[in-house]
């Protein structure tokens, strides 16, 4: 069973950038795909980006598309989201996610597909 731990949000002006991380536990991190949600006030939660568990496949939806980057290193258990020229839309809880899978390259967009999940960390982008 999956434990998750989210790091690295905070408090960035407009054009900052973040770093998140999100440990794993457990001996077969590797046979999870990852993903980032994030949910904002009076908002569903929605997919920010996801990875298969090879790391060689990832998903990113259109509104952080060429701003965010998700990868992961199984070695360290722990998958990252970087990210670049933060917006103040982009202020929300952000969730890292993990599913259970013997596909190395699906990634999985929907809260739906997760089985696992961490609990959260704020990001807030100022104006």
């Known amino acids: 069973q999956a434990q998750l731990v989210e790091s690295g949000g905070g408090l960035v002006q407009a054009g900052g950038s973040l770093r998140l991380s999100c440990a794993g536990s457990g001996r077969t991190f590797s046979s999870y795909a990852m993903g980032w949600f994030r949910q904002a006030p009076g908002k569903e939660r929605e997919i920010v980006a996801a990875i298969s568990r090879s790391g060689g496949d990832t998903y990113y939806a259109d509104s952080v598309k060429g701003r965010f980057t998700i990868s992961r290193d199984n070695a360290k258990n722990t998958v990252y989201l970087q990210m670049i020229s933060l917006k103040p839309e982009d202020t929300a809880v952000y969730y890292c996610?993990?599913?259970?899978?013997?596909?190395?390259?699906?990634?999985?967009?929907?809260?739906?597909?997760?089985?696992?999940w961490g609990q959260g960390t704020q990001v807030t982008v100022s104006p």
């Open positions: 996610a993990a599913r259970a899978t013997v596909s190395y390259t699906n990634t999985y967009t929907t809260s739906y597909d997760y089985n696992y």
